[in-house]
């Protein structure tokens, strides 16, 4: 006992460092790379800084969406991530836009790309900032109600390499490697990582359902003072656990990815001119099987055994921003153009009996130009009134069977800062096209659905002294025309409005030299479109999370409870971690997730008729990770 | 650009790290001189030390300079080459001139000195430089 507390000293010793220790520990937070891209007038901004991502052990984009204010992390009946799930919807997160730097990672048929990259790994990553409260036009060519902001790592502060390796419950294993460089004219950053994630196994009317995943990501940059170049590859091998079909539980299902983007991105004019292209080049390969054949009703029941589809998606993308200061006016105009082109028509079922050839043709469509236009005007009152006005329109031309979408945003943002004090105020009005998917999916898709259209005020105030930080968000919104699937199963818009009211309430104290504790209690009612009279969904969601640095320790604690969810009614996710640094140069780490495993669970229809029957499984899963990095 | 508050606060912060860095290149600066108030000379543009160059004895030529702080090692004018040279990049130290630099390398600031170098210019810094002097 005693040579282990003289141990547990010794590694404590490190903690009385020189004046100049501290000087360069200080210079390091204060040079954190989110104080120089964060855009605080852009929208409720929640900031997850390197130094908060390092020592919260952030291993996957989950980590962080499972405590994010109103909202947790959710995956659709396929183990994909979809925050905002509505099964037996494939994805309902379509206005959750997620960027890598200032390009965004989409599918062209989900609009979205977080159904890909949301529980990516953050290995490569610096920082991430995600604007709630539908953010500033200038993020991207269409609207959006949550944008996540991914910055990887660079040259600029991590010149030299990095090689890490993970073990982890179930037989989970990571590889990565960075490396950065600096060279008189230009910098570049290649990153490859390998994640074999596995998860718990689940029996359902006989069978197993797996959530197993297998990432490969290569991702490199190379820049100098006006242009960089951006290649990300991402190779994705994974379980597909129900299958995107309703009616029976597979034997086996499988959905692999391939997704490519090649992007570029130039400065002029004192960077006040910013010019970006983009291309996206994605295939998807599913195969489901069933030993007990599925009933699918296409109307008469018929029996599945088999389904194989390809799924080919591209888009290209292109923008360009223009940003004047005028006398008080930082006015921001921007043209955008994106194309996207998917093809879903790759596809194979066999029957126990076969079906009898539809005579009926589905409507369709498989190619949409979209044409952008912003302009944003903020307006620098006096010293303490920021008065933000901005416009953003969309045509959407598509071809074959779809009429073409004209779509536009506006958006009044006031913000008041005096002392200590900051009041933002954000009330917008937007129209969402309908993504693709929605209109052609051969399950419930809907040719004719219009756009749906958001209305929403929200208000910030927050009260910041050198330890504490008070921040109370709070709102009200509606939706019209909202996308849902009416009693045939088909995506129509609904006929009525849906109310949804918010706030949360988050503290922030930090003490001693670096340490920090958060605690958070917010609450979303919204009106369930599918229950009698509307009737609201209270859900609450409570975080406290605690960060110690004692010594050559990082410690980390972090409580996420939630209550009123429909598939469960209260949950606790307890999760911790120690990280010791061996030296300068080598890091061990230990974490457990949701140790209890108690943590919030969602359920998904297996079957709807003749009677309901529904799956049940935990979003966060109990497991621990060990982990080891070196710097070179 | 911006020149509302809140975003003052923001380049407020952001002006924090540039204050924090002049505050190391002092420390560095008085640590390698002999001279109270030596004169700098920047080769091509530290922004730091720029922008508080209240703190320090600037000059606009190599000539009239003590010590050199380089952004780059790329054409060093020669009459630079006799003053005492500090890097702000690792690789800065491949010249057998700089003495020292101060860079971020691994994710985390760094200041390193090569103890033959620092002997070779007569320059003896105090104990709290100890763990930044390396044997090259």
């Not at chain 1, 790592?153 to 960075?178: C, I, L, M, P, W």
């Not at chain 1, 230009?186 to 069978?207: C, P």
């Not at chain 1, 504790?517 to 409570?542: K, T």
Request: glycine share 4%.
């Amino acid at each position: 006992m005693k040579v282990l507390y003289i141990l547990f000293m010794f590694t404590l010793l490190p903690l009385f460092g020189s004046e100049l220790d501290m000087l360069l520990d200080d210079y390091k937070l204060a040079s954190d790379l989110s104080q120089k891209t964060k855009d605080e007038s852009a929208g409720n901004l929640i900031v997850y800084t390197r130094d908060d991502l390092e020592r919260m052990q952030v291993e996957s984009l989950k980590d962080i969406l499972k405590s994010l204010r109103f909202f947790t992390y959710t995956e659709n009946r396929m183990a994909q991530t979809d925050i905002f799930n509505g099964d037996p919807l494939s994805y309902y997160s379509q206005t959750v836009r997620i960027y890598l730097n200032n390009t965004e990672l989409l599918t062209s048929l989900t609009g979205s790309g977080l159904i890909l990259f949301g529980d990516m790994e953050m290995d490569f990553i610096d920082h991430v900032e995600i604007y709630e409260g539908f953010p500033s036009f200038d993020f991207g060519i269409e609207p959006a109600t949550v944008v996540i902001r991914l910055y990887s790592k660079s040259a600029a502060h991590d010149e030299g390499g990095r090689v890490k390796v993970q073990f982890g419950s179930y037989g989970t294993n990571k590889q990565n490697v960075y490396y950065a460089s600096k060279e008189e004219e230009y910098e570049y950053f290649f990153y490859a990582n390998r994640n074999d994630e596995k998860k718990d196994e689940y029996q359902h009317d006989g069978e197993i359902l797996k959530r197993d995943k297998r990432t490969e990501r290569f991702y490199g940059s190379i820049n100098n003072e006006q242009h960089k170049l951006e290649l990300h590859v991402q190779k994705i091998y994974a379980d597909a656990f129900l299958g995107s079909l309703i009616g029976g539980v597979p034997t086996s299902s499988t959905i692999d990815s391939e997704f490519i983007n090649i992007a570029t991105e130039s400065k002029f004019m004192n960077d006040s001119l910013l010019v970006n292209f983009s291309y996206i080049d994605e295939e998807e390969d599913l195969a489901y099987r069933y030993n007990t054949p599925l009933v699918l009703y296409t109307p008469a029941p018929v029996g599945v055994k088999t389904f194989d589809q390809m799924i080919y998606q591209e888009a290209f993308t292109a923008s360009v921003k223009k940003y004047w200061d005028i006398d008080g006016h930082d006015i921001s105009i921007g043209l955008q153009y994106r194309y996207k082109h998917f093809d879903i028509n790759d596809y194979t079922f066999t029957y126990l009996v076969p079906p009898a050839p539809s005579t009926q043709d589905r409507k369709t469509y498989d190619t949409q130009n979209i044409y952008s236009f912003f302009i944003q005007d903020e307006i620098s009152l006096n010293d303490n009134n920021l008065l933000s006005l901005s416009f953003m329109n969309q045509y959407y031309d598509r071809n074959k069977d779809a009429s073409h979408i004209h779509t536009s945003q506006f958006r009044l943002g006031y913000t008041y800062s005096k002392d200590e004090f900051v009041s933002k105020t954000f009330i917008s009005r937007q129209e969402f096209a309908p993504e693709p998917y929605m209109a052609i999916s051969p399950d419930y898709g809907n040719i004719d659905l219009e756009a749906d259209r958001y209305t929403s005020i929200y208000q910030e105030i927050s009260y910041t002294l050198p330890q504490t930080i008070y921040r109370l968000v709070f709102g009200a919104g509606y939706n019209e025309k909202l996308p849902i699937l009416n009693d045939l199963g088909q995506i129509v818009n609904d006929t009525s409005n849906v109310d949804g009211y918010f706030a949360s309430l988050e503290f922030t104290y930090k003490f001693r030299d670096k340490d920090k504790l958060e605690l958070q209690a917010n609450a979303l009612y919204i009106e369930d479109p599918y229950a009698s009279s509307y009737a609201l969904v209270r859900q609450y969601n409570y975080v406290a999370r605690l960060l110690n640095t004692i010594g050559r320790y990082d410690i980390f604690n972090e409580l996420v409870a939630h209550s009123g969810y429909i598939d469960r009614s209260s949950s606790y996710d307890y999760s911790m971690g120690i990280k010791y640094e061996a030296t300068k140069d080598l890091h061990i780490s230990f974490k457990g997730e949701n140790l209890f495993n108690d943590s919030l669970e969602k359920s998904y229809f297996n079957k709807i008729v003749p009677t309901v029957d529904k799956v049940t499984v935990p979003t966060i899963e109990k497991r621990v990770l060990f982990s080891v990095e070196y710097l070179f | 650009m911006k020149i509302f508050l809140i975003l003052f606060l923001v380049s407020t912060i952001y002006a924090g790290d540039l204050k924090l860095a002049s505050n190391i290149f002092e420390k560095i600066i008085l640590a390698i001189s002999h001279d109270t108030k030596p004169k700098i000379y920047i080769y091509t543009h530290i922004e730091a030390i720029e922008e508080y160059s209240e703190k320090f004895n600037l000059v606009n030529s190599c000539e009239d300079s003590d010590i050199v702080i380089l952004s780059s090692v790329k054409k060093i004018p020669s009459r630079c080459s006799s003053k005492l040279l500090f890097g702000t990049r690792y690789k800065h130290l491949k010249n057998k001139k700089v003495i020292g630099a101060f860079f971020w390398q691994k994710g985390r600031p760094n200041i390193l000195f090569y103890r033959d170098r620092l002997e070779k210019n007569n320059i003896k810094l105090d104990s709290s430089f100890d763990k930044y002097i390396e044997n090259e």
